[in-house]
């Protein structure tokens, strides 16, 4: 099991890889796909299939489809990458790498002190444990949650109106 | 050998399960290559010809013949393409199809995988199965692909939405998502198509959609958009295509059986178990005719006219069917 826990994660990680270097938008989304559904392949692995589920749904299935939907219809092609080739100079980099940096000291941070062990891993998170919990203590988050989707919902139907 | 044998059970436990696993898959592949002969014979029935009727008894030897045929045909990738993808797409479009077919539980003791959130898997796994179609369309480069793969994008996500709503019915009345678990209360408390009889026809309205067969078949519309997404593709790679769409159709008739007809279960089954399978691949065919007959009876609606029917008959139609589950469970739960 921790094989296949720490090949999940590889994959994971090479292919995000793949999404920040790749050049062509498209190929780049599909990678993020794959790195979704390695990411969901943890989730199972560490006991947790229903949000494993809920994460190859949500986003791989719905989310990263309507990416895709939209990058599709641009007309891509060699002038694209090109651009793409140009805008990425080092100067670009400098942001993001010190922020991921500041990320992966707390992370180094973590794993070096060991950290606490979940107890995830040992004991399995099944659909009727996370009902319980999102209508017992976290019922006020679903609530605004649900608020925040009704109000995008209609501010989409606003927008989308005939008029 | 013998010997051997006892020392691993474990080993020899995984080992027939593997057999089983590979057992399945043959018979669904070759269940749903037959599946082209059959739906060629019943239209040519309903249409007054005779259809395939020559290679074997019945016509029986048309499929293998057309199987080699394309084996031998010239795997043709055009220069224009997106390689890389063009390739991918096809064996997507086949793979997730099988894959899915490994949560059916067939029997009580044959089925591949028994995953306790098998539904939701069966959801996320369909979910993705939109990829194939659309990285078809996209690799090809050619307007009228690009066109079948944007209609099977826009088709497939309106309609998964509610159909996953529709089955969460089942999950209610059932408690889980477990599907061994959904057939067994179904022996117990009836066919899930009594109370869940809207959920059945939004679930089956939104699965053909998903699998993209006849009357919504959109997406390779010949009249409009030459073959749709499949327009470049030639040989094999065109195969897996097809023979992929009737894997769908089988999965579709099998999930259909498990989740509102009671699955393996009828009668005389609790003292003949052998008559498990036979009941299972009965219902599997009724649905298979069905879906044929739908082909042979309908004509393809407008584009615009089947996006409203999803987003304003299927989905409110779902979702009063899930409020009103609902009700009557917790009404059940309180009176009890």
């Known amino acids: 099991m921790t094989f296949f826990f720490y090949l999940a994660a590889a994959v994971a990680v090479i292919s995000t890889l793949f999404v920040i270097f790749g050049r062509n938008p498209v190929h780049a989304l599909l990678n993020l796909v794959v790195s979704l559904l390695a990411v969901a392949g943890l989730f199972f692995m560490l006991g947790a299939p229903f949000a494993g589920a809920l994460e190859v749904i949500v986003y791989a299935g719905a989310i990263m489809v309507l990416f895709v939907f939209v990058v599709m219809m641009l007309n891509l092609g060699k002038e694209i990458e090109d651009q793409e080739r140009r805008w990425l100079t080092p100067k670009v980099w400098f942001a993001p790498a010190v922020l991921s940096v500041l990320l992966l000291g707390g992370l180094l941070d973590v794993l070096l002190t060991g950290g606490q062990t979940h107890a995830a891993a040992t004991t399995t998170i099944d659909a009727k444990q996370v009902g319980v919990h999102l209508f017992g203590p976290y019922l006020l988050a679903v609530e605004l949650g649900s608020m925040l989707l009704l109000a995008a919902l209609v501010a989409a139907y606003h927008l989308g109106r005939h008029d | 050998m013998l010997d051997w044998f006892n020392a691993h059970p474990h080993l020899v436990d995984s080992l027939i399960e593997s057999v089983k696993a590979i057992v399945v898959l043959l018979v669904t592949v070759v269940v749903a290559a037959w599946m082209i002969w059959l739906e060629r014979r019943l239209l ?191 040989g094999m790679k065109f195969g897996m295509f097809f023979v992929g769409e009737y894997v769908g159709i089988v999965l579709v008739s099998a999930i259909t059986t498990v989740l509102f007809f009671g699955g393996w279960s009828g009668p005389g089954v609790e003292s003949h178990a052998w008559l498990a399978f036979p009941w299972f691949a009965f219902k599997c065919l009724c649905f298979m005719s069905g879906f044929i007959l739908l082909r042979a009876s309908l004509p393809r609606p407008r584009y615009d006219q089947m996006m409203a029917a999803g987003w304003k008959v299927c989905l409110p139609l779902s979702l009063i069917n899930l409020l009103g589950t609902a009700a009557v469970v917790v009404a059940g739960a309180h009176g009890a």
């Open chain 2, 44 to 234: 040519g029935l309903w249409q007054d010809r005779y259809g395939p009727n020559r290679v074997g008894p019945f016509g029986l030897g048309q499929v293998i013949a057309d199987m080699i045929k394309i084996f031998f045909k010239e795997d043709w990738i055009p220069p224009f393409v997106d390689k890389l993808t063009f390739i991918v797409a096809p064996a997507i479009a086949m793979g997730l199809m099988l894959l899915m077919f490994a949560l059916v539980p067939v029997t009580p003791t044959w089925g591949v995988a028994h995953i306790n959130v098998g539904l939701l898997v069966f959801l996320a796994l369909a979910g993705l199965e939109v990829y194939a179609v659309m990285l078809g369309g996209w690799a090809s480069n050619s307007k009228y692909s690009l066109l079948g793969g944007l209609r099977v994008t826009a088709q497939t996500v309106s309609y998964e939405v509610f159909m996953g709503i529709s089955l969460m019915g089942i999950v209610m009345l059932a408690g889980s998502f477990d599907l061994r678990h959904i057939v067994e209360y179904q022996a117990a408390n009836g066919w899930n198509i009594i109370p869940q009889f809207f959920g059945f026809c939004a679930f089956v309205t939104a699965a053909i959609a998903v699998v993209h067969r006849t009357p919504f078949d959109l997406p390779e519309a010949e009249s409009e958009l030459a073959a749709g997404f499949h327009t470049e593709y030639s």
